[in-house]
């Protein structure tokens, strides 16, 4: 298996601009996470997927970002606007069961 | 909730040479614990786990770990280090059963020098 497909890999843009990323989990695996990664505040949880249904959005930081995972091999994190403070590493995961997550290699994204 | 405490954020060590990298969680009902590794450039990666059973959980790359529950530590020793373990090391704790929030540590670099 390829693992979990993240893109970009890597994303630069202004603020006030639209972001979205993308993610492709491993097939056969039933749940979606995204994370946030920063220097500040280390690894977060943003929003968790089961069965392509949003079970835990409680780390979604404000309106701006949003999360869909339209089918079981798809799923997008958009941030509308962006800000300078989005700058981060964003890794999506995905499980079979509850205690082990296979990460993609993540986006790094920069809001200029 | 869980937390999780990496007093280490940083680890050099010589090669060929034992570590322990410490993490210490919080918790009030039972948990699952894990390490996972992070490379320059490169997503998580599942080192080891604990679950049940052993308190001493062997993993990949010649890692181990051991769960105190009386100290509600779990800490990661390898007998001796390679260049290619130089990495960042994270601890990490969830609740046990279903669906239950991962909750990462700050992270510890492990340098290893030759």
């Known amino acids: 298996d390829a693992g979990v497909i993240q893109s970009p890999r890597h994303e630069v843009t202004e603020m006030g601009q639209e972001v979205t990323l993308r993610c492709k989990p491993i097939?056969?695996?039933?749940?979606l996470f995204w994370y946030r990664q920063t220097m500040m505040r280390g690894l977060e949880l943003l929003i968790y997927?089961?069965?392509?249904?949003?079970?835990?959005d409680s780390g979604m930081p404000e309106d701006r970002f949003s999360a869909k995972m339209p089918n079981a091999s798809f799923s997008t994190l958009k941030i509308q606007p962006s800000e300078p403070r989005d700058s981060a590493v964003y890794f999506c995961?995905?499980?079979?069961?509850?205690?082990?997550?296979?990460f993609g290699p993540g986006t790094r994204l920069t809001v200029t | 909730a869980q937390s999780v405490t990496q007093l280490d954020s940083q680890v050099p060590v010589f090669e060929e040479a034992p570590v322990e990298l410490r993490c210490n969680y919080s918790?009030?009902?039972?948990?699952?614990l894990f390490w996972y590794v992070q490379y320059p450039n490169q997503g998580l990666q599942l080192l080891l786990k604990?679950?049940?059973?052993?308190?001493l959980v062997k993993g990949i790359n010649g890692f181990e770990a051991e769960f105190n529950k009386s100290q509600t530590s779990f800490h990661l020793r390898k007998p001796s280090v390679h260049i290619s373990d130089t990495a960042e090391y994270f601890c990490?704790?969830?609740?046990?059963?279903?669906?239950?929030?991962?909750?990462f540590g700050t992270g510890t670099k492990l340098q290893v020098i030759p």
């Open positions: 997927f089961n069965n392509n249904v949003p079970i835990d």
């Open positions: 990490a704790v969830s609740g046990s059963g279903g669906y239950q929030k991962v909750t």
């Open positions: 995961a995905s499980s079979l069961t509850e205690y082990e997550q296979y």
């Open positions: 097939s056969g695996h039933n749940s």
């Open positions: 604990y679950l049940s059973g052993s308190t």
């Open positions: 918790s009030s009902v039972s948990v699952y």
